[in-house]
């Protein structure tokens, strides 16, 4: 049973995305936008960066619009030239990873003109890119989705999103499942997938999280985690990953969707969030903290685990 | 010599070379994934659909050991890896894509070096090649001068038959070696009609075209349109069929540990950064730049040939949909 | 006199990551006292339990630690006002991680051991040891460590006694 999703309003985004492009890019409001456009594949998209008013329509949003644009704007990104204000297309998902950002003080809210989406879901990854979305060729993420509406951006497109039906938490179903394991079933599990990791950094190179300009894991003095993409080093990439973006992943699954390997990455993106949610009430949102909950403390932190 | 082979037989085949003690290497799924990978008995293996790793794996592995060290006081051992312990290997149901990136990879690893890791290897496997029968839209062998018959690289060629079996034919003397040593299992090629090959929705691309124009054109404003937006991870060149730039680590502590051979990728900001601090790829056009340049130009002044294959894993798993296919011919049409 | 020593068939390495300020002061406490505790422990010492990657434990068990105890001053105690609190944070979430990739916690001890507690610095240590003796050797990192990618796997003895050797 397929149950199929209404998309319609991506037409009305898209065009309501162009002239406001046009109009932004014209009145010099922006410097450049960052959004998606066609590629040659039947029914892809792929990011652009538009300069030119006469480019803005160019941009458009479909159900294959799965990036994550944020990552351009971070320090990672040295190819984007950083000068003046720039306009950006963004789902609920991306915002939040925008506001991450924020709170990290790697991106100023005055610096950017958002341009956000009234999103009914993209595609997962596991399918061709021309496949009509439904509730089963849904990204995971979209099925746990509460930002659906991105707030406080400087456009929004004037449409009514459609009610989406109902859709099964996919990661909560999931780690829930891991969860009910033994440990030696657990360690079974993420050994199979961890044993695929090929070590192409997809995974690191698309977080907007990830602008470390050495990462951890390239440094060979000292060299804290093997290179190699051997089960071990593969282990050990995934462990300190998930740990380095813990109280901060945005939940926009781009690991997980680029992964070659069909890596659930987001699982324990997922875990850690859900975890952190528990001990210390925190949740990635809409909301700008400078502080997040492992880079703050309070006396009264949990502390039953240690003797 | 052709030859005819049923269903039942490549099977029959299959499982008493595994008997036999041969590493039978095939698509399989692992883990959701389909991947080149050793199997346990014909069933396993899943030609439905292309493996998400190329072929080039059985070679030129991920990763391997190509030296071990131990320290004793003031004592250092060295210990080689011997390459008669790699295992006789039939590689089967290998993609037309994937089987004729392996003669373009020979050339590099037994140039000025030859690479026994590589050549060893190489030497012990058969090829047993498949004829492809579906295509999706980020395919374009037929572009880069290949189609979805060709028997390049294999030593032995399948194509599927209506009836479920497959017309065999051989193409080297290892593929002549397979069939003689089985004979019983090949029978005389039959007018069984084949399946219809596969058809990539791409027009062929003048290749010299391509070149002469990157012969020209180091600098141009073509490379800042196409890559600015690559993120610079491995994943185009690790899941290649002829890529083959590898990183070699020492790891271990003092005491003992290996040298290992692993995939490296030029899209990678490691990958020239020198031990100066300088990198002359210093961003990311630069680097793609280079993987365009390599594949279409460097390696055909080299060694005349395209390290490309038209495979479109690349097209498949680029995050940013980056499209090989497309600035190819946007580049013969300049 | 020394108690006679008790032989056992195993003897678990367990890697202590201890602060300079309180444990490894309470550690220097209990040798300087004369108190006995098992000689499995190996100990690290660093600035401050806020300094302790949560990388080092992975790195630990990887090497071939059968558990791993981190150890630091008790809260409102810490040298730099606050290390100890981030660290609390740090690893209340690191173990859940670990669980979740399947490692047993009963492996990775964390406390509190002031300079002054000589006696709950060998009682932290006397607890993880023996409990990990009972556990058995750590294997699932040792055997990790051995595992190659089908392609890159060559089966010699080499390999094995290599193993042996973790």
């Not at chain 1, 973006?245 to 875990?271: F, H, T």
């Not at chain 2, 290897?121 to 880069?144: E, Q």
């Not at chain 2, 210093?282 to 279409?296: A, E, S, T, V, W």
Request: a neutral charge; one cysteine or more; aromatic letters at 8%.
């Amino acid at each position: 049973m397929t149950e199929p999703i209404d998309t319609s309003i991506y037409s009305a985004v898209t065009a309501a995305i162009q002239t406001e492009a046009q109009r932004i890019l014209a009145a010099g409001l922006v410097t450049a936008i960052v959004g998606y456009a066609a590629s040659r594949r039947n029914g892809s998209t792929q990011p652009i960066i538009v300069t030119d008013a006469a480019a803005a329509e160019k941009l458009i949003f479909t159900p294959a619009s799965v990036n994550n644009l944020a990552l351009y704007l971070t320090k990672a990104k040295k190819e984007i030239p950083k000068k003046g204000k720039i306009g950006i297309v963004v789902k609920g998902c991306d915002l939040k990873a925008i506001v991450g950002l924020m709170g990290e003080a790697q991106l100023k809210r005055n610096d950017l003109y958002l341009i956000g989406v009234p999103c009914a879901g993209v595609l997962a990854s596991t399918v061709q890119p021309s496949t009509a979305l439904t509730a089963d060729t849904i990204a995971s993420k979209c099925t746990e989705c509460d930002a659906r509406l991105p707030s406080d951006c400087d456009y929004v497109p004037n449409v009514q999103l459609p009610t989406q039906p109902q859709l099964a938490g996919k990661y909560a179903v999931e780690i829930a499942r891991l969860e009910a394991l033994t440990p030696a079933e657990r360690w079974a599990y993420w050994k199979e997938q961890f044993a695929k990791c090929i070590k192409c950094y997809a995974c690191r190179q698309v977080c907007p999280f990830c602008f470390c300009e050495q990462c951890l894991c390239d440094r060979n003095k000292p060299q804290m985690v093997d290179t190699t993409p051997r089960p071990a080093g593969n282990t050990a990439w995934h462990i300190v990953r998930a740990m380095h973006l813990a109280g901060r992943c945005a939940g926009c699954a781009e690991c997980e969707r680029v992964c070659p390997m069909d890596i659930p990455l987001n699982l324990l993106n997922r875990k850690m969030a859900k975890e952190l949610k528990e001990l210390y009430d925190y949740e990635a949102g809409f909301e700008v903290n400078d502080k997040g909950p492992l880079t703050t403390y309070t006396d009264k932190d949990d502390q039953s685990f240690i003797k | 010599m052709q030859k005819y082979i049923s269903q039942q037989n490549l099977t029959t085949l299959l499982d008493t070379l595994i008997k036999q003690g041969t590493r039978v290497v095939a698509p399989h799924m692992n883990a959701g994934v389909p991947l080149y990978e050793p199997i346990q008995s014909a069933a396993d293996m899943a030609t439905g659909q292309l493996p998400r790793r190329s072929a080039k794996e059985a070679f030129f592995p991920v990763c391997e050991d190509i030296m071990s060290y131990e320290k004793e006081g003031q004592r250092i051992s060295l210990k080689d890896i011997d390459p008669a312990r790699f295992p006789e290997t039939v590689l089967v149901g290998v993609r037309p894509c994937d089987a004729a990136a392996i003669p373009v990879l020979d050339e590099v690893f037994s140039w000025d070096y030859k690479d026994e890791f590589f050549l060893e290897r190489r030497k012990k496997t058969t090829i047993i090649g498949l004829a492809c029968t579906a295509a999706d839209d980020a395919c374009f062998c037929t572009a880069v001068g290949l189609f979805p018959g060709e028997t390049k690289g294999s030593d032995l060629f399948l194509t599927p038959l209506e009836d479920g079996g497959y017309a065999c034919e051989s193409y080297s003397d290892k593929g002549e070696t397979l069939i003689n040593g089985n004979k019983e299992l090949f029978a005389e090629p039959t007018k069984t009609k084949a399946l219809s090959l596969a058809e990539p929705q791409t027009e062929k691309i003048d290749l010299k075209k391509v070149k002469s124009w990157l012969d020209e054109h180091f600098e141009d404003p073509l490379w800042d349109g196409i890559a600015t937006r690559c993120v610079g991870c491995g994943a185009c060149a690790f899941v290649c069929p002829a890529c083959h730039c590898f990183d070699i680590v020492d790891e271990g502590t003092e005491k003992a540990g290996k040298r290992r051979k692993s995939w490296d990728a030029c899209g990678f900001w490691k990958f020239t950064h020198h031990a100066s601090g300088h990198n002359p790829r210093d961003l990311q056009p630069k680097r793609y730049r280079n993987r365009i340049m390599h594949k279409f130009k460097y390696y055909d002044d080299k060694f005349g040939q395209t390290l490309c294959t038209g495979c479109g894993r690349c097209v498949r798993v680029c995050p940013v949909g980056i499209d090989i296919a497309s600035i190819v011919e946007e580049i013969s049409k300049k | 006199m020394h108690p006679e020593k008790q032989t056992h068939d195993f003897e678990p390495k367990i890697i202590a990551f201890v602060c300079t300020w309180c444990t490894y002061a309470g550690a220097d406490l209990a040798g300087t006292s004369r108190m006995q505790y098992p000689a499995n422990v190996r100990v690290l010492k660093f600035p401050c339990t806020g300094r302790i990657d949560p990388v080092f434990i992975l790195k630990a068990f990887q090497q071939g630690a059968d558990g791993v105890l981190v150890s630091g001053c008790h809260p409102g105690d810490c040298h730099y006002i606050a290390g100890n609190f981030h660290a609390r944070r740090r690893f209340a979430a690191f173990r859940k991680l670990l669980e979740f990739v399947g490692v047993d916690l009963n492996r990775l001890q964390f406390s509190w051991v002031s300079a002054a507690e000589g006696g709950k610095w060998v009682e932290v240590v006397t607890d993880l040891t023996e409990k990990v003796r009972a556990m058995g050797p750590m294997t699932e990192f040792k055997e990790l460590a051995m595992e190659e990618q089908w392609s890159g796997a060559i089966n010699t003895p080499e390999l094995k006694e290599a193993y042996s050797q973790i």
